[in-house]
């Protein structure tokens, strides 16, 4: 799977233009509480092994029994759908991200069985986070970005806070509202970097080194992207806003 689902959960939905801030400054960001933040944190996790550890694994099983190449790239592709499949039937929706990448998965794996093209299986991975990154960018410029959503269940309220509802620092802060859109468009360059290296991966290299290399290449892209989201929070003054210390002149 390439842009993974648990880069960005689904987040609350934005009030309407008159609606009121879902929150006060004495009240703590919903569905923030430690026990919940790290079922969400498992549900991460495992939802990178079944998208990123299991198809990887299975390609590789499946070539020492003697698979071919092509019959190994589609049978590895299908544990993520059926992740997909049984979120779907457990929680009765999908989120924005998972709905889009099962989607392009699902056009992707037709498309290579029409052409069978080995080297297009290899690439969807790579086009599908290209399109996850064009993505991020359009939505700097929607009422909310997706980076928002994405911090907002794991931060709001825990994390440097002095409790203050998201909403109403979103309402009252400009810093506060340019920091989650600049994070944005750091994520979504990111991606489109990472969509292109592992196009030219699938394109340019030995055919069963790719699958490796694409995973090897997901810890890189996140640490990397930690670190630079954290220093930008840092310099940007995101921990002195959530403080209630106000952004740095």
């Given at each position: 799977?390439?842009?993974?689902?648990?880069?960005?959960?689904?987040?609350?939905?934005?009030?309407g233009?008159?609606?009121e801030?879902?929150?006060?400054?004495s009240?703590p960001?919903?569905?923030?509480?430690?026990?919940?933040?790290?079922?969400?944190?498992?549900?991460?996790?495992?939802?990178?092994?079944?998208?990123?550890?299991?198809?990887?694994?299975l390609?590789y099983v499946l070539?020492?029994?003697g698979?071919?190449?092509?019959?190994?790239?589609?049978?590895?592709?299908?544990?993520?759908?059926?992740s997909?499949?049984?979120?779907?039937?457990r929680?009765?929706?999908?989120d924005g991200?998972?709905?889009?990448?099962?989607?392009?998965?699902?056009l992707?794996?037709?498309?290579?069985?029409?052409?069978?093209?080995?080297?297009?299986?290899?690439?969807?991975?790579?086009?599908?986070?290209?399109?996850?990154?064009?993505?991020?960018?359009?939505?700097?410029?929607?009422?909310?970005?997706?980076?928002?959503?994405g911090?907002?269940?794991l931060?709001?309220?825990?994390?440097?806070?002095?409790?203050?509802?998201w909403?109403v620092?979103?309402?009252r802060?400009?810093?506060?509202?340019?920091?989650?859109?600049?994070?944005?468009?750091?994520w979504?360059?990111?991606?489109?970097?990472?969509?292109?290296v592992?196009?030219?991966?699938?394109?340019?290299?030995?055919?069963?080194?790719?699958?490796?290399?694409?995973?090897?290449?997901?810890?890189?892209?996140?640490?990397?992207?930690?670190?630079?989201?954290?220093?930008?929070?840092?310099?940007?003054?995101l921990?002195?806003?959530t403080?209630?210390?106000?952004?740095?002149?």
């Amino acid at each position: 799977m390439s842009v993974k689902r648990g880069l960005v959960l689904s987040g609350r939905e934005d009030p309407g233009p008159g609606a009121e801030p879902a929150g006060t400054a004495s009240e703590p960001g919903a569905g923030a509480t430690p026990s919940r933040v790290r079922v969400r944190k498992g549900r991460q996790l495992l939802l990178l092994v079944v998208d990123a550890g299991l198809p990887v694994g299975l390609y590789y099983v499946l070539r020492a029994a003697g698979c071919d190449v092509y019959l190994s790239l589609i049978l590895s592709s299908v544990p993520p759908v059926i992740s997909a499949g049984v979120q779907l039937a457990r929680e009765r929706r999908l989120d924005g991200l998972a709905t889009f990448i099962a989607a392009v998965m699902l056009l992707s794996l037709g498309m290579s069985l029409i052409n069978g093209s080995t080297r297009f299986l290899l690439a969807k991975e790579g086009y599908t986070t290209f399109l996850g990154g064009l993505w991020y960018l359009v939505s700097v410029r929607a009422r909310r970005p997706l980076v928002f959503h994405g911090a907002r269940p794991l931060l709001e309220g825990r994390f440097r806070s002095d409790g203050t509802s998201w909403d109403v620092l979103w309402e009252r802060e400009p810093q506060f509202r340019r920091i989650w859109r600049v994070a944005t468009v750091i994520w979504a360059v990111a991606l489109l970097i990472d969509g292109v290296v592992r196009v030219t991966m699938a394109y340019t290299l030995p055919v069963d080194q790719v699958p490796a290399l694409g995973a090897l290449l997901w810890p890189v892209t996140l640490g990397l992207l930690q670190v630079v989201n954290n220093v930008y929070f840092q310099l940007a003054g995101l921990w002195r806003i959530t403080k209630g210390e106000g952004a740095r002149r």
